[in-house]
């Protein structure tokens, strides 16, 4: 499974506010955006789940144009994980994971023994099914964010969106969904996150792309890419990059922002 | 309220089986009791020989006063009720779950404020009960769909759909309150203006059997698709992202959940004028008692509304010397229900 943007621009309305972004992604990888506020990087990624309309260019799933997908099939094919609203009603866990089969459902249908038991092998890989009968609104923000990784994989999609999938988490539970984000890429997902921290695109071993402030931007493997020259460039903040070692010999590299 | 009652701390356990049966079971009883309950008192085994009678053909042994006063008399008055009841707590849930807001009640865009019009515009001209509910029921769908189309206009111009929906409901309903008001001032006060008071006032004492089979085809039209598509509506209380990315065109559906509440809401306050509070307090017990999720939730509303209203206007035509306004009762026990519904609320559900 591969999904490529080639000379993708994207905007709100006739705005635009990203020309030519070209990248592929293949299952098994995660793709981290990167860049500074306000820069584009929910634009990219709502144009990539059809929330937008693609001003030119186009999106491919598997050398597949998406452009004239109905909602459905992009529901069964690309998963979307936001960051979590207030819900108004006090839904079980596992009823939230259980409507993330809506897209496999006819219209009148509604969620059979199989589902559910999908919903709940959702909850179960990402060890969380201990939730299942909690209230969605009512549980702590990391458990929320399980919750509705859970709910996306229920879809059993092929690509996974996630807008910035640690924001608002304390720091145990930023390194634990990083951590599960990566097997669900080992598993053979294929990821597209967006988040503030370029340490936790390392963490994940993903591939990263960096939106510059002048429509630029830069694509490749993290050491290409997330350098002290272009964090430099795009946050307008000076970066040390630096080594260390962990327990068993492994190069740890981490972003060090320089007050000065 | 429902915390530490038949739950652990966090989760919590409804019993949906036996809460509809039980739910089922005491919908008959009052419905039952009702036809014999009033000034001119019949058994409840007097009022199940004829009822069983008049189906079945059976003899029947109960007075022919008696066989009067329960068909002739209440039958009609509790079917409207039970069909008011059960319309009006169906709108309000499903109102509430499309606008992802369990304080909302079903004439939020404007159904009832344009009914009202419509009904005392018809009531001026005196025209009878039944042309008054067509031409209330004509201006309620009217209102509403003058505010859907603003609403659409003006959400061209910025992103925010659902909340520019509420405000121009808002908008549109004080202004048919206000051409309400008009009417009133012009209308003559020795005849019109009395009839007009009377009918904003809700109460099911002018139904005509026509009014009820209209009453009928516009609950079978609104509430079969809401049923069918009952699981979906759980999805609409998510972010309208969150909801395409589970592949349901939001717009779509929210437009059909809406016109089929909007039917429902306008054609029971077009034959029984403004009843307040129903669509709003009933959604809430229905939830507190079967859960949130729509596919529980619609039938347990459409039986306890329907209860509740049978039960409420029993009150009215029993209670005082007089018969009292429906909608006065409704709220009279409607407003201060909801506060200690709120106040035992407080903690579960929406913080956060």
Same mark, same amino acid.
């Given at each position: 499974?591969?999904?490529?943007?080639?000379?993708?621009?994207?905007?709100?309305?006739?705005?635009?506010?990203?020309?030519?972004?070209?990248?592929?992604?293949?299952?098994?990888?995660?793709?981290?955006?990167?860049?500074?506020?306000?820069?584009?990087?929910?634009?990219?990624?709502?144009?990539?789940?059809?929330?937008?309309?693609?001003?030119?260019?186009?999106?491919?799933?598997?050398?597949?144009?998406?452009?004239?997908?109905?909602?459905?099939?992009?529901?069964?094919?690309?998963?979307?994980?936001?960051?979590?609203?207030?819900?108004?009603?006090?839904?079980?866990?596992?009823?939230?994971?259980?409507?993330?089969?809506?897209?496999?459902?006819?219209?009148?249908?509604?969620?059979?023994?199989?589902?559910?038991?999908?919903?709940?092998?959702?909850?179960?890989?990402?060890?969380?099914?201990?939730?299942?009968?909690?209230?969605?609104?009512?549980?702590?923000?990391?458990?929320?964010?399980?919750?509705?990784?859970?709910?996306?994989?229920?879809?059993?999609?092929?690509?996974?969106?996630?807008?910035?999938?640690?924001?608002?988490?304390?720091?145990?539970?930023?390194?634990?969904?990083?951590?599960?984000?990566?097997?669900?890429?080992?598993?053979?997902?294929?990821?597209?996150?967006?988040?503030?921290?370029?340490?936790?695109?390392?963490?994940?071993?993903?591939?990263?792309?960096?939106?510059?402030?002048?429509?630029?931007?830069?694509?490749?493997?993290?050491?290409?890419?997330?350098?002290?020259?272009?964090?430099?460039?795009?946050?307008?903040?000076?970066?040390?990059?630096?080594?260390?070692?962990?327990?068993?010999?492994?190069?740890?590299?981490?972003?060090?922002?320089?007050?000065? | 309220?429902?915390?530490?009652?038949?739950?652990?701390?966090?989760?919590?356990?409804?019993?949906?089986?036996?809460?509809?049966?039980?739910?089922?079971?005491?919908?008959?009883?009052?419905?039952?009791?009702?036809?014999?309950?009033?000034?001119?008192?019949?058994?409840? =085994?007097?009022?199940?020989?004829?009822?069983?009678?008049?189906?079945?053909?059976?003899?029947?042994?109960?007075?022919?006063?008696?066989?009067?006063?329960?068909?002739?008399?209440?039958?009609?008055?509790?079917?409207?009720?039970?069909?008011?009841?059960?319309?009006?707590?169906?709108?309000?849930?499903?109102?509430?779950?499309?606008?992802?807001?369990?304080?909302?009640?079903?004439?939020?865009?404007?159904?009832?404020?344009?009914?009202?019009?419509?009904?005392?515009?018809?009531?001026?001209?005196?025209?009878?009960?039944?042309?008054?509910?067509?031409?209330?029921?004509?201006?309620?769908?009217?209102?509403?769909?003058?505010?859907?189309?603003?609403?659409?206009?003006?959400?061209?111009? =910025?992103?925010?759909?659902?909340?520019?929906?509420?405000?121009?409901?808002?908008?549109?309903?004080?202004?048919?309150?206000?051409?309400?008001?008009?009417?009133?001032?012009?209308?003559?006060?020795?005849?019109?203006?009395?009839?007009?008071?009377?009918?904003?006032?809700?109460?099911?004492?002018?139904?005509?059997?026509? =009014?009820?089979?209209?009453?009928?085809?516009?609950?079978?039209?609104?509430?079969?698709?809401?049923?069918?598509?009952?699981?979906?509506?759980?999805?609409?209380?998510?972010?309208?992202?969150?909801?395409?990315?589970?592949?349901?065109?939001?717009?779509?559906?929210?437009?059909?959940?809406?016109?089929?509440?909007?039917?429902?809401?306008?054609?029971?306050?077009?034959?029984?004028?403004?009843?307040?509070?129903?669509?709003?307090?009933?959604?809430?017990?229905?939830?507190?008692?079967?859960?949130? =999720?729509?596919?529980?939730?619609?039938?347990?509303?459409?039986?306890?509304?329907?209860?509740?209203?049978?039960?409420?206007?029993?009150?009215?035509?029993?209670?005082?010397?007089?018969?009292?306004?429906?909608?006065?009762?409704?709220?009279?026990?409607?407003?201060?229900?909801?506060?200690?519904?709120?106040?035992?609320?407080?903690?579960?559900?929406?913080?956060?």
């Amino acid at each position: 499974m591969k999904l490529d943007l080639l000379n993708v621009s994207c905007g709100y309305g006739q705005k635009n506010i990203l020309s030519n972004i070209t990248f592929s992604i293949e299952s098994g990888k995660i793709l981290c955006i990167l860049g500074p506020n306000g820069v584009g990087k929910s634009t990219l990624f709502k144009t990539i789940l059809g929330f937008l309309k693609l001003q030119n260019g186009s999106i491919l799933l598997d050398g597949e144009s998406i452009l004239n997908w109905s909602r459905r099939s992009m529901a069964k094919s690309i998963a979307y994980v936001p960051q979590t609203q207030p819900q108004p009603f006090s839904f079980s866990v596992l009823e939230v994971v259980t409507m993330g089969r809506a897209p496999h459902l006819r219209s009148f249908e509604s969620p059979a023994k199989k589902d559910v038991e999908i919903a709940e092998g959702s909850l179960d890989r990402l060890g969380v099914l201990f939730l299942k009968d909690r209230i969605f609104s009512e549980l702590s923000g990391g458990e929320r964010q399980m919750v509705l990784i859970a709910r996306a994989l229920t879809q059993q999609p092929q690509v996974l969106i996630m807008d910035e999938p640690t924001s608002s988490l304390d720091f145990g539970n930023q390194i634990r969904v990083l951590k599960q984000i990566k097997r669900l890429a080992q598993s053979g997902l294929c990821i597209v996150m967006t988040s503030h921290f370029p340490d936790h695109a390392y963490l994940c071993s993903a591939k990263v792309i960096l939106l510059q402030k002048d429509k630029n931007y830069q694509t490749g493997v993290f050491d290409e890419v997330v350098t002290e020259e272009n964090l430099r460039k795009a946050y307008g903040i000076d970066v040390k990059i630096i080594h260390t070692v962990d327990d068993k010999g492994a190069v740890i590299k981490a972003c060090i922002p320089v007050l000065s | 309220m429902r915390k530490g009652f038949f739950c652990s701390k966090d989760s919590v356990k409804y019993y949906p089986t036996f809460m509809a049966i039980t739910l089922g079971i005491f919908f008959l009883i009052v419905f039952v009791l009702s036809l014999g309950f009033g000034r001119y008192m019949v058994p409840a =085994n007097q009022v199940l020989n004829i009822i069983v009678g008049k189906i079945f053909g059976t003899s029947i042994t109960a007075s022919p006063v008696a066989i009067d006063v329960v068909i002739n008399i209440r039958l009609l008055r509790i079917i409207a009720a039970t069909m008011v009841g059960g319309a009006l707590s169906i709108a309000g849930t499903t109102y509430q779950g499309v606008f992802r807001n369990p304080i909302v009640s079903p004439d939020l865009l404007g159904a009832s404020s344009g009914a009202a019009f419509g009904a005392a515009i018809a009531l001026v001209f005196s025209l009878n009960m039944f042309w008054v509910s067509i031409i209330s029921f004509f201006t309620g769908i009217g209102a509403v769909f003058l505010a859907y189309a603003i609403s659409t206009i003006m959400s061209k111009r =910025n992103n925010n759909d659902l909340l520019t929906l509420v405000l121009t409901g808002m908008v549109v309903a004080s202004l048919f309150t206000a051409f309400t008001s008009l009417i009133k001032l012009v209308a003559d006060p020795d005849s019109k203006l009395p009839a007009i008071t009377y009918w904003l006032m809700g109460g099911l004492s002018t139904i005509v059997p026509q =009014n009820l089979f209209m009453l009928l085809l516009a609950l079978l039209i609104g509430i079969i698709p809401l049923f069918l598509f009952s699981w979906r509506i759980n999805l609409m209380s998510f972010d309208d992202e969150e909801v395409e990315s589970m592949g349901l065109d939001v717009k779509k559906y929210r437009i059909g959940f809406i016109v089929c509440a909007t039917l429902l809401t306008t054609a029971s306050v077009a034959v029984s004028g403004v009843i307040g509070w129903v669509g709003l307090i009933i959604p809430h017990i229905s939830r507190m008692i079967i859960g949130p =999720n729509y596919k529980k939730l619609m039938p347990a509303s459409l039986l306890i509304g329907a209860t509740f209203l049978i039960l409420v206007d029993d009150i009215t035509r029993c209670a005082f010397p007089s018969e009292i306004p429906l909608g006065i009762i409704t709220s009279i026990i409607g407003a201060p229900f909801f506060i200690i519904l709120m106040l035992k609320r407080r903690g579960v559900g929406s913080e956060t």
